[in-house]
């Protein structure tokens, strides 16, 4: 444990044993003395903090001064009600600050206690009430402009993180504040009932003589024991009082950052016309009423003097700045232009046209920037990469309608929607048909309808799946990245992704990299799995495998199939329907041979040479096994020998994107059932 957290555990222990322990006369001068400067010290870290967060263990700090001087008040209780005494301070505070006067002292104690309870305790209170609502309440809107201002890359995930964390330490702060600023206020209560319990219990040991000594008169007594109380109650309010001024300062206190004593100036004495006028008044008052003249005329004219010597120094700095910002167009005009901020690419961009702008205004309604924070969420979770930032803008050189994505600078796909109406696309089963505007929807290109507003509900009806405009843009944007993922991996991406495996299991990653594979070659295997869709969240299984086969083997393709196999589980649920047979096609034997002799080795890697004639055939004879075949899934499958498979698969990709190539060692045969329903063969002449 540390020196210090031991230090803070023996003074919290010492404090409540002040409610045990009876504490000799200079004891509690020590502790009042401590008690008082504590609370200036409070006072000013309030005052000169420069938000409220800075104080952000307040209320712990509130509670423990309150049970600190609670404390205090006890012992000093049980000195004057056992032994008439209570030492220097509180004697001092009796006879000097109320003048050795009951009815003063009386006075001075119940303004102070009135001025802590109605008027600063009670006034903090409520603004700690109403603070801790409004922050509670504002937390949705905060977070959602956060999550705006990242995804449109005015802020990066660095300072995303901190300012959510600085959101949900507002939160708790002024929702503790709410239930600490109760101390306090609880805290003047105890002391009027403390001050009127010494003041009878007092009177009743002084004139019956219990506490030893000889019994005292009425007035004696009387004299004796409530200058004792008042001293006493004088003491514990004084810092009760600073602690309640501080209480108020923190929770009326701006969110901005900013220097109090500054903006206190700046706020009230920046205006010379306002010193003027309040100047031109005192004098006036000082010479034409029966106000003293030797009070008000010289402040008066304090304010006129003060009023002209900063209207002098506004007007030089006006001209200071006047030139500087001359100075600078003259440099900016002098200077080379500087091209490094036009260098920069985003990854990801979606322009849209003016006509889209609502869509993508939150006040005007418009999700869009809602809807684009939730698709890195779900291809994150669906694939286990990071997403780059998508950067949104409007273009005016589109059409109204119109948006583009953009991968990496260059445009990839455009669309266009129709503002005001819906898109309602056939499932495959509804016979009603529907008037509307033919189309194409963007992401599958399948057919579909613009319809109206009023149209929507009879659609809905008829079974059409029927979307809205943001959903369709969405949707869009949500496949091209998922096809282009590959391309947006970076090695930045890949170094961030295994420290965070490494957190887990340093072993694994030590023995990786750099020893057997490089961040780039950890790359390419990472890319190659996005490239068919196959997520990397198991990073874990991903490389304890590498860790296994890349002692031997540097070809990264070679890998990729090894990593795929070990993913065969995850494989197999994606790419199969579960609990009934699946339809697949298979490699003519003969055929796999064939593109086996074809390939190439390299410094580089093995490769596919294959003639465009045989390439050309194996994509016709595709295409016809795959019209004549009834497919389970949505997309067909062709099933390969894993030594095979790579290669296939390079050879269609271009022309039959759609198609899924497995391995018989990607299917885990446990869960999933298969049927061959055809054969890919050529037959060469």
């Known amino acids: 444990m540390k020196s210090g957290d031991m230090?803070?555990?023996?003074?919290?222990?010492?404090?409540?044993?002040?409610?045990?322990?009876?504490?000799?006369?200079?004891?509690?001068?020590?502790?009042?003395?401590?008690?008082?400067?504590?609370?200036?010290?409070?006072?000013?870290?309030?005052?000169?903090?420069?938000?409220?967060?800075?104080?952000?263990?307040?209320?712990?700090?509130?509670?423990?001064?309150?049970?600190?001087?609670?404390?205090?008040?006890?012992?000093?209780?049980?000195?004057?009600?056992?032994?008439?005494?209570?030492?220097?301070?509180i004697a001092t505070f009796g006879s000097f600050v109320a003048g050795g006067n009951i009815v003063v002292g009386a006075i001075l104690f119940i303004i102070i206690v009135i001025i802590q309870f109605l008027v600063v305790t009670k006034g903090a209170e409520r603004v700690a009430e109403v603070s801790a609502r409004f922050t509670l309440d504002a937390m949705p809107g905060k977070q959602m402009a956060i999550d705006a201002d990242l995804n449109s890359g005015v802020i990066d995930d660095k300072q995303a993180k901190e300012r959510r964390d600085k959101i949900q330490e507002e939160a708790s702060f002024f929702g503790s504040m709410d239930g600490a600023s109760k101390f306090v206020k609880n805290d003047a209560i105890v002391s009027i009932i403390v001050i009127f319990v010494n003041i009878i219990g007092g009177l009743i040991l002084g004139m019956t003589g219990v506490t030893g000594g000889r019994p005292l008169t009425f007035g004696d007594a009387i004299d004796k024991y409530t200058i004792l109380t008042i001293g006493d109650g004088l003491v514990a309010q004084l810092p009760a009082l600073l602690i309640s001024v501080a209480t108020g300062i923190l929770v009326t206190k701006a969110a901005k950052e900013t220097d109090m004593s500054a903006a206190l100036i700046k706020q009230l004495f920046s205006i010379p016309k306002v010193l003027y006028l309040t100047g031109g008044v005192l004098v006036f008052l000082g010479v034409f009423t029966p106000l003293p003249w030797y009070s008000m005329v010289p402040s008066g004219v304090l304010c006129i003097l003060g009023a002209s010597a900063m209207d002098k120094n506004l007007k030089r700095r006006s001209i200071e700045t006047e030139i500087s910002t001359e100075d600078v167009e003259v440099e900016e005009i002098r200077k080379p232009e500087n091209v490094i901020s036009l260098l920069q690419v985003d990854p990801i961009e979606l322009?849209?046209?003016?006509?889209?702008?609502?869509?993508?205004?939150?006040?005007?309604?418009?999700?869009?920037?809602?809807?684009?924070?939730?698709?890195?969420?779900?291809?994150?979770?669906?694939?286990?990469?990071?997403?780059?930032?998508?950067?949104?803008?409007?273009?005016?050189?589109?059409?109204?309608?119109?948006?583009?994505?953009?991968?990496?600078?260059?445009?990839?796909?455009?669309?266009?929607?129709?503002?005001?109406?819906?898109?309602?696309?056939?499932?495959?089963?509804?016979?009603?048909?529907?008037?509307?505007?033919?189309?194409?929807?963007?992401?599958f290109g399948q057919p579909a309808l613009w319809i109206t507003e009023k149209q929507r509900e009879k659609a809905e009806s008829f079974g059409y799946a029927v979307v809205d405009p943001p959903s369709i843009i969405a949707t869009h944007l949500t496949e091209i990245i998922k096809s282009h993922l590959h391309e947006l991996l970076t090695r930045q991406d890949v170094q961030t992704l295994i420290t965070k495996v490494k957190e887990t299991n340093d072993v694994l990653v030590d023995e990786l990299t750099p020893k057997l594979m490089n961040i780039g070659e950890i790359q390419k295997v990472l890319g190659n799995l996005l490239r068919e869709g196959?997520?990397?969240?198991?990073?874990?299984?991903?490389?304890?495998?590498?860790?296994?086969?890349?002692?031997?083997?540097?070809?990264?393709?070679?890998?990729?199939?090894?990593?795929?196999?070990?993913?065969?589980?995850?494989?197999?649920?994606?790419?199969?329907?579960?609990?009934?047979?699946?339809?697949?096609?298979?490699?003519?034997?003969?055929?796999?041979?064939?593109?086996?002799?074809?390939?190439?080795?390299?410094?580089?890697?093995?490769?596919?040479?294959?003639?465009?004639?045989?390439?050309?055939?194996?994509?016709?004879?595709?295409?016809?096994e795959v019209s004549k075949s009834n497919f389970t899934s949505e997309q067909p499958i062709i099933l390969t020998s894993p030594i095979v498979r790579l290669y296939f698969k390079k050879i269609i990709e271009e022309e039959l994107p759609n198609i899924i190539v497995l391995s018989f060692n990607e299917v885990d045969t446990s869960t999933v059932e298969i049927q061959p329903v055809g054969m890919v063969s050529i037959n060469e002449n």
């Open 351 to 443: 322009e849209f046209g003016y006509g889209i702008i609502p869509l993508a205004d939150a006040n005007q309604g418009g999700d869009l920037l809602d809807r684009v924070v939730m698709i890195r969420r779900q291809i994150a979770l669906e694939l286990g990469t990071i997403v780059p930032i998508i950067r949104l803008r409007d273009n005016i050189q589109l059409n109204p309608n119109q948006y583009i994505i953009k991968i990496k600078g260059i445009e990839v796909v455009k669309g266009d929607i129709m503002f005001d109406h819906y898109m309602a696309m056939n499932p495959g089963y509804v016979e009603e048909e529907i008037d509307g505007i033919d189309t194409i929807e963007p992401a």
């Open 7 to 89: 230090a803070l555990g023996v003074i919290v222990i010492l404090v409540i044993l002040l409610f045990l322990i009876p504490l000799p006369p200079f004891l509690l001068d020590f502790l009042l003395t401590i008690n008082i400067g504590l609370a200036l010290i409070i006072l000013l870290n309030a005052l000169f903090s420069k938000e409220s967060l800075d104080m952000y263990l307040f209320p712990t700090i509130l509670l423990l001064t309150t049970l600190f001087r609670l404390g205090l008040t006890l012992a000093s209780t049980r000195l004057i009600l056992g032994e008439g005494e209570a030492g220097q301070v």
């Open 534 to 624: 196959i997520s990397i969240r198991d990073l874990v299984s991903i490389f304890e495998t590498l860790a296994d086969y890349a002692h031997n083997i540097k070809d990264t393709d070679v890998l990729t199939e090894y990593v795929r196999q070990s993913l065969r589980r995850a494989i197999s649920k994606k790419c199969f329907e579960q609990n009934q047979t699946n339809n697949v096609l298979t490699l003519d034997p003969e055929l796999e041979q064939q593109i086996m002799d074809s390939i190439q080795q390299s410094d580089h890697g093995a490769y596919i040479a294959m003639n465009p004639r045989i390439s050309n055939q194996i994509i016709e004879k595709i295409n016809i």
